[in-house]
Protein backbone atom coordinates (compact mmCIF):
# COMPACT_ATOMS: atom_id res chain seq x y z
CA UNK A 1 0.00 0.00 0.00
CA UNK A 2 0.68 3.40 -0.47
CA UNK A 3 2.80 5.15 2.39
CA UNK A 4 0.96 7.92 3.42
CA UNK A 5 2.38 10.74 5.98
CA UNK A 6 -0.44 11.63 8.98
CA UNK A 7 -0.49 15.31 8.81
CA UNK A 8 -3.41 17.40 10.71
CA UNK A 9 -5.51 17.46 8.23
CA UNK A 10 -5.60 13.87 7.77
CA UNK A 11 -3.38 10.99 5.17
CA UNK A 12 -1.30 13.02 2.85
CA UNK A 13 -0.33 10.75 -0.08
CA UNK A 14 2.45 11.54 -2.87
CA UNK A 15 2.21 10.18 -5.97
CA UNK A 16 5.09 10.47 -8.02
CA UNK A 17 5.31 11.48 -11.68
CA UNK A 18 9.05 10.43 -13.20
CA UNK A 19 9.14 13.22 -16.09
CA UNK A 20 6.18 15.15 -14.59
CA UNK A 21 3.96 13.00 -16.76
CA UNK A 22 0.20 12.88 -16.79
CA UNK A 23 -2.42 11.64 -19.30
CA UNK A 24 -5.67 13.56 -19.38
CA UNK A 25 -7.58 9.93 -18.02
CA UNK A 26 -4.78 10.06 -15.19
CA UNK A 27 -5.16 13.11 -14.15
CA UNK A 28 -8.92 12.27 -13.88
CA UNK A 29 -7.96 9.09 -11.62
CA UNK A 30 -6.41 11.88 -9.62
CA UNK A 31 -8.69 14.56 -9.54
CA UNK A 32 -11.77 12.33 -8.51
CA UNK A 33 -9.92 10.15 -5.80
CA UNK A 34 -9.10 13.86 -4.59
CA UNK A 35 -12.96 14.33 -4.75
CA UNK A 36 -13.71 11.33 -3.12
CA UNK A 37 -10.90 10.51 -0.75
CA UNK A 38 -9.24 13.63 0.16
CA UNK A 39 -9.78 17.41 0.45
CA UNK A 40 -10.69 17.81 -3.26
CA UNK A 41 -7.31 19.61 -4.09
CA UNK A 42 -4.68 18.62 -5.73
CA UNK A 43 -1.13 19.76 -4.66
CA UNK A 44 1.93 20.10 -6.90
CA UNK A 45 5.28 19.66 -5.42
CA UNK A 46 8.76 20.89 -5.93
CA UNK A 47 9.93 17.55 -7.70
CA UNK A 48 7.02 18.08 -9.99
CA UNK A 49 4.95 15.27 -7.95
CA UNK A 50 1.22 15.44 -7.29
CA UNK A 51 -0.29 15.38 -3.66
CA UNK A 52 -3.47 14.07 -2.05
CA UNK A 53 -4.19 15.66 1.39
CA UNK A 54 -7.27 14.56 3.69
CA UNK A 55 -7.72 11.08 3.25
CA UNK A 56 -9.17 9.07 5.62
CA UNK A 57 -8.06 5.87 7.66
CA UNK A 58 -9.78 3.83 4.08
CA UNK A 59 -8.23 6.54 1.96
CA UNK A 60 -4.38 5.34 1.40
CA UNK A 61 -5.89 1.53 0.50
CA UNK A 62 -8.77 2.77 -2.01
CA UNK A 63 -5.65 5.37 -3.54
CA UNK A 64 -3.34 2.60 -3.85
CA UNK A 65 -5.53 0.60 -6.26
CA UNK A 66 -7.11 2.94 -7.80
CA UNK A 67 -3.26 4.53 -8.74
CA UNK A 68 -2.18 0.50 -9.70
CA UNK A 69 -5.29 0.28 -12.15
CA UNK A 70 -4.26 3.86 -13.77
CA UNK A 71 -0.68 2.55 -13.95
CA UNK A 72 0.82 5.62 -11.51
CA UNK A 73 2.41 2.63 -9.03
CA UNK A 74 4.19 0.15 -10.85
CA UNK A 75 6.42 -0.71 -7.53
CA UNK A 76 5.21 -0.51 -4.24
CA UNK A 77 8.52 -1.36 -3.08
CA UNK A 78 10.17 1.55 -5.19
CA UNK A 79 7.37 4.22 -4.95
CA UNK A 80 9.23 6.63 -2.89
CA UNK A 81 12.65 6.25 -4.84
CA UNK A 82 11.15 6.73 -8.26
CA UNK A 83 12.51 10.68 -8.35
CA UNK A 84 12.98 11.30 -12.03
CA UNK A 85 12.60 15.15 -12.95
CA UNK A 86 13.02 15.96 -16.42
CA UNK A 87 12.97 19.27 -18.56
CA UNK A 88 9.06 19.60 -18.96
CA UNK A 89 9.29 20.81 -22.19
CA UNK A 90 11.56 18.31 -23.46
CA UNK A 91 10.39 17.92 -27.45
CA UNK A 92 8.34 21.38 -27.64
CA UNK A 93 10.25 24.04 -28.51
CA UNK A 94 13.15 25.28 -30.10
CA UNK A 95 15.57 25.40 -26.80
CA UNK A 96 15.27 21.38 -26.44
CA UNK A 97 18.49 19.85 -27.63
CA UNK A 98 17.14 16.68 -27.27
CA UNK A 99 13.42 14.78 -26.35
CA UNK A 100 14.74 13.34 -22.83
CA UNK A 101 11.07 12.11 -21.93
CA UNK A 102 11.68 8.82 -23.20
CA UNK A 103 14.96 8.55 -21.20
CA UNK A 104 12.77 9.28 -18.29
CA UNK A 105 10.75 6.26 -19.03
CA UNK A 106 13.41 3.85 -19.51
CA UNK A 107 15.41 5.18 -16.51
CA UNK A 108 12.29 4.74 -14.11
CA UNK A 109 11.56 1.31 -15.42
CA UNK A 110 15.36 0.10 -14.93
CA UNK A 111 14.67 1.56 -11.26
CA UNK A 112 11.92 -0.60 -11.04
CA UNK A 113 13.14 -3.70 -12.16
CA UNK A 114 16.46 -3.24 -9.85
CA UNK A 115 15.53 -4.47 -5.96
CA UNK A 116 18.37 -3.16 -4.76
CA UNK A 117 17.57 0.59 -5.57
CA UNK A 118 14.15 0.25 -2.94
CA UNK A 119 16.82 1.19 -0.61
CA UNK A 120 17.95 4.42 -2.36
CA UNK A 121 17.35 7.37 0.41
CA UNK A 122 13.55 8.98 -0.41
CA UNK A 123 15.90 12.36 -1.55
CA UNK A 124 18.32 11.16 -3.74
CA UNK A 125 17.35 12.50 -7.15
CA UNK A 126 17.73 11.99 -10.61
CA UNK A 127 17.55 14.82 -13.37
CA UNK A 128 17.03 14.53 -17.37
CA UNK A 129 18.08 18.09 -18.76
CA UNK A 130 16.95 18.57 -22.67
CA UNK A 131 19.81 20.98 -23.01
CA UNK A 132 18.58 24.65 -21.55
CA UNK A 133 19.88 24.35 -18.15
CA UNK A 134 16.38 24.93 -16.86
CA UNK A 135 17.21 21.72 -13.69
CA UNK A 136 20.66 22.48 -12.70
CA UNK A 137 19.65 24.61 -9.53
CA UNK A 138 17.58 21.68 -8.32
CA UNK A 139 21.19 19.74 -7.96
CA UNK A 140 20.10 16.19 -8.38
CA UNK A 141 22.60 13.09 -7.25
CA UNK A 142 22.89 12.13 -10.66
CA UNK A 143 21.77 13.95 -13.49
CA UNK A 144 22.51 14.19 -17.89
CA UNK A 145 22.09 17.27 -19.49
CA UNK A 146 21.71 17.08 -23.33
CA UNK A 147 24.68 18.33 -25.73
CA UNK A 148 22.81 16.58 -28.61
CA UNK A 149 20.81 14.49 -30.11
CA UNK A 150 23.72 11.68 -29.58
CA UNK A 151 25.32 12.52 -26.23
CA UNK A 152 24.64 13.95 -22.84
CA UNK A 153 26.94 15.29 -20.01
CA UNK A 154 26.77 12.81 -17.21
CA UNK A 155 27.34 14.47 -13.85
CA UNK A 156 27.01 14.11 -10.17
CA UNK A 157 28.25 17.23 -9.13
CA UNK A 158 30.39 19.96 -10.66
CA UNK A 159 32.03 17.91 -13.74
CA UNK A 160 30.92 15.71 -16.32
CA UNK A 161 31.73 12.51 -18.27
CA UNK A 162 30.14 12.58 -22.20
CA UNK A 163 28.03 9.48 -22.70
CA UNK A 164 25.44 8.57 -25.59
CA UNK A 165 22.08 8.42 -25.09
CA UNK A 166 21.47 4.69 -25.52
CA UNK A 167 23.48 4.18 -22.32
CA UNK A 168 22.01 6.66 -20.19
CA UNK A 169 19.29 4.52 -18.23
CA UNK A 170 21.60 1.98 -17.18
CA UNK A 171 24.46 4.41 -16.69
CA UNK A 172 22.13 6.06 -14.12
CA UNK A 173 20.76 3.39 -11.77
CA UNK A 174 24.65 1.95 -11.92
CA UNK A 175 25.42 5.21 -10.65
CA UNK A 176 22.24 4.55 -7.71
CA UNK A 177 23.79 1.20 -7.04
CA UNK A 178 27.64 2.59 -6.27
CA UNK A 179 26.28 5.05 -3.87
CA UNK A 180 24.78 2.73 -1.78
CA UNK A 181 27.95 0.86 -2.07
CA UNK A 182 30.03 3.60 -1.07
CA UNK A 183 27.66 5.91 1.41
CA UNK A 184 27.31 5.23 5.24
CA UNK A 185 24.19 7.04 6.87
CA UNK A 186 24.31 9.53 3.68
CA UNK A 187 21.16 10.53 1.42
CA UNK A 188 22.37 12.65 -1.15
CA UNK A 189 26.01 12.13 -3.55
CA UNK A 190 26.93 15.73 -2.13
CA UNK A 191 27.23 14.28 1.48
CA UNK A 192 29.42 11.49 0.82
CA UNK A 193 33.57 12.40 1.04
CA UNK A 194 34.44 12.32 -2.76
CA UNK A 195 31.51 10.57 -3.62
CA UNK A 196 31.23 11.97 -7.11
CA UNK A 197 34.56 10.63 -7.95
CA UNK A 198 34.17 7.39 -6.31
CA UNK A 199 31.05 6.51 -7.96
CA UNK A 200 32.31 7.47 -11.25
CA UNK A 201 35.54 5.24 -10.69
CA UNK A 202 33.11 2.33 -9.68
CA UNK A 203 31.59 2.93 -13.60
CA UNK A 204 34.74 3.20 -15.02
CA UNK A 205 34.29 6.83 -15.77
CA UNK A 206 36.22 9.86 -15.10
CA UNK A 207 34.64 13.33 -14.98
CA UNK A 208 36.67 16.48 -17.17
CA UNK A 209 34.22 18.40 -18.33
CA UNK A 210 32.88 21.80 -16.74
CA UNK A 211 28.87 21.19 -16.53
CA UNK A 212 26.97 24.72 -17.09
CA UNK A 213 25.74 26.30 -13.78
CA UNK A 214 23.01 28.57 -15.31
CA UNK A 215 19.40 28.25 -14.77
CA UNK A 216 16.59 29.05 -17.02
CA UNK A 217 13.29 28.51 -14.91
CA UNK A 218 10.29 28.27 -17.61
CA UNK A 219 7.58 31.04 -16.62
CA UNK A 220 3.95 31.01 -18.21
CA UNK A 221 3.24 31.46 -21.53
CA UNK A 222 3.65 29.64 -24.89
CA UNK A 223 6.61 27.92 -25.81
CA UNK A 224 6.90 26.58 -28.99
CA UNK A 225 3.77 23.89 -29.50
CA UNK A 226 3.20 24.16 -25.57
CA UNK A 227 1.17 26.40 -23.22
CA UNK A 228 2.90 26.51 -19.51
CA UNK A 229 0.13 27.37 -17.24
CA UNK A 230 0.81 28.85 -13.57
CA UNK A 231 -1.63 27.50 -10.73
CA UNK A 232 -1.59 30.02 -8.10
CA UNK A 233 0.51 28.47 -4.74
CA UNK A 234 0.23 25.25 -6.43
CA UNK A 235 -3.19 23.99 -5.37
CA UNK A 236 -5.41 22.57 -8.39
CA UNK A 237 -9.39 22.57 -7.71
CA UNK A 238 -11.17 20.22 -8.76
CA UNK A 239 -12.81 22.70 -11.65
CA UNK A 240 -8.80 23.23 -12.49
CA UNK A 241 -8.20 19.61 -12.68
CA UNK A 242 -11.39 19.21 -14.66
CA UNK A 243 -9.95 22.23 -17.56
CA UNK A 244 -6.72 21.21 -17.59
CA UNK A 245 -7.87 17.10 -17.67
CA UNK A 246 -8.82 17.65 -21.41
CA UNK A 247 -5.60 16.81 -22.42
CA UNK A 248 -1.92 15.17 -21.49
CA UNK A 249 -0.36 17.30 -18.99
CA UNK A 250 3.29 17.72 -17.72
CA UNK A 251 3.82 18.60 -13.87
CA UNK A 252 6.75 21.28 -13.46
CA UNK A 253 9.54 21.33 -10.47
CA UNK A 254 8.11 24.87 -10.23
CA UNK A 255 4.66 23.93 -9.81
CA UNK A 256 3.07 24.67 -12.91
CA UNK A 257 1.58 22.92 -15.57
CA UNK A 258 3.01 22.38 -19.36
CA UNK A 259 -0.29 21.63 -21.75
CA UNK A 260 -0.66 21.78 -25.55
CA UNK A 261 -0.66 25.73 -27.02
CA UNK A 262 -4.23 26.65 -27.31
CA UNK A 263 -5.37 24.62 -24.67
CA UNK A 264 -9.04 26.76 -23.86
CA UNK A 265 -11.15 27.17 -20.69
CA UNK A 266 -8.00 28.12 -18.64
CA UNK A 267 -8.27 31.36 -17.41
CA UNK A 268 -12.03 31.17 -16.76
CA UNK A 269 -11.14 28.52 -13.66
CA UNK A 270 -8.30 31.09 -12.27
CA UNK A 271 -5.33 29.58 -14.53
CA UNK A 272 -2.89 31.53 -15.48
CA UNK A 273 -1.69 31.68 -18.86
CA UNK A 274 0.61 34.61 -18.88
CA UNK A 275 4.18 35.59 -17.11
CA UNK A 276 3.28 38.60 -15.34
CA UNK A 277 0.99 37.78 -13.14
CA UNK A 278 1.26 38.36 -9.72
CA UNK A 279 0.69 34.38 -9.02
CA UNK A 280 3.95 33.94 -10.88
CA UNK A 281 7.35 32.66 -8.61
CA UNK A 282 4.66 32.50 -5.00
CA UNK A 283 4.81 29.56 -3.59
CA UNK A 284 3.24 28.24 -0.06
CA UNK A 285 3.88 25.26 1.91
CA UNK A 286 0.57 23.75 3.80
CA UNK A 287 0.34 26.06 6.52
CA UNK A 288 -2.57 25.85 8.93
CA UNK A 289 -5.31 24.24 9.25
CA UNK A 290 -3.54 21.06 7.51
CA UNK A 291 0.11 21.36 8.83
CA UNK A 292 -0.15 21.01 12.94
CA UNK A 293 3.21 22.80 12.99
CA UNK A 294 2.09 25.99 11.11
CA UNK A 295 2.15 29.32 12.87
CA UNK A 296 -0.24 30.66 10.76
CA UNK A 297 -2.64 30.21 7.29
CA UNK A 298 0.04 31.03 5.16
CA UNK A 299 -1.78 30.44 2.14
CA UNK A 300 -4.66 32.46 2.65
CA UNK A 301 -2.07 35.21 3.65
CA UNK A 302 -0.17 34.80 1.02
CA UNK A 303 -3.37 35.26 -1.31
CA UNK A 304 -4.11 38.78 0.43
CA UNK A 305 -0.39 40.16 -0.13
CA UNK A 306 -0.20 38.93 -3.64
CA UNK A 307 0.02 42.66 -5.14
CA UNK A 308 2.98 43.62 -2.19
CA UNK A 309 5.23 40.92 -3.82
CA UNK A 310 4.64 41.09 -7.55
CA UNK A 311 7.44 40.37 -10.11
CA UNK A 312 9.86 38.53 -6.94
CA UNK A 313 10.54 34.60 -6.49
CA UNK A 314 8.61 34.41 -2.59
CA UNK A 315 7.99 31.51 -0.66
CA UNK A 316 5.88 31.40 2.23
CA UNK A 317 6.29 28.96 5.63
CA UNK A 318 3.66 28.44 8.15
CA UNK A 319 7.44 27.69 10.33
CA UNK A 320 11.27 27.41 10.23
CA UNK A 321 11.13 24.22 8.45
CA UNK A 322 10.17 25.69 5.10
CA UNK A 323 8.85 22.74 3.02
CA UNK A 324 8.50 23.20 -0.33
CA UNK A 325 10.73 25.97 -0.44
CA UNK A 326 11.96 26.54 -4.03
CA UNK A 327 15.48 26.11 -5.11
CA UNK A 328 17.83 28.80 -5.48
CA UNK A 329 17.03 32.21 -4.39
CA UNK A 330 13.58 33.80 -2.91
CA UNK A 331 12.03 35.78 -0.53
CA UNK A 332 11.83 33.98 2.53
CA UNK A 333 8.48 34.30 4.61
CA UNK A 334 8.09 32.68 7.68
CA UNK A 335 4.97 33.04 10.06
CA UNK A 336 6.64 33.79 13.59
CA UNK A 337 2.86 33.65 15.31
CA UNK A 338 2.55 37.51 15.72
CA UNK A 339 3.40 38.25 11.73
CA UNK A 340 6.20 37.18 9.85
CA UNK A 341 9.85 37.86 9.24
CA UNK A 342 10.96 38.54 5.52
CA UNK A 343 14.47 37.36 5.22
CA UNK A 344 14.61 37.92 8.47
CA UNK A 345 13.11 41.18 8.93
CA UNK A 346 8.93 41.87 10.52
CA UNK A 347 6.99 41.88 7.60
S1 LIG B 1 6.94 24.65 6.81
FE1 LIG B 1 6.19 24.17 8.89
S2 LIG B 1 4.05 24.79 8.83
FE2 LIG B 1 4.70 24.60 6.72
S3 LIG B 1 4.13 22.51 6.12
FE3 LIG B 1 6.28 22.50 6.81
S4 LIG B 1 6.15 21.91 8.99
FE4 LIG B 1 4.11 22.60 8.36
Known sequence: MLAVHQAADGGLARVRLPGGR???????????????????????????????????????????????????????AHERVRNILASPLSGLDQESRYDVMPVAAALDKALCDRPALAELPGRFLFALDDGRGDLAELQADVAVRAL???????????????VEWAAVPELMVAAAEA??????????????????????????????????????????????????????????????????????VRITPWR?????????????VGLVTSPDS?????????????????????????????????GRRVHWSGCERRCGKPAGEFVDVIAVGDGYLVDGERL
Open 278 to 310: PWEGVTACAGRPGCAKALADVRADATRQLAQVR
Open 179 to 248: FLQVREQEWRVAEVSGGAERILERLGLRATEVVPVESTRVAAGVHGTALVVTVPLGSLTQEQATALGQVD
Open 22 to 76: LTAAQLDVLRRAAAELGDGRLELTSRANVQLRGLDADGPRELSDRLYTADLLPSI
Open 148 to 162: DERTGLLSLGGRGVR
Open 256 to 268: SVVVPAGTSGLEE
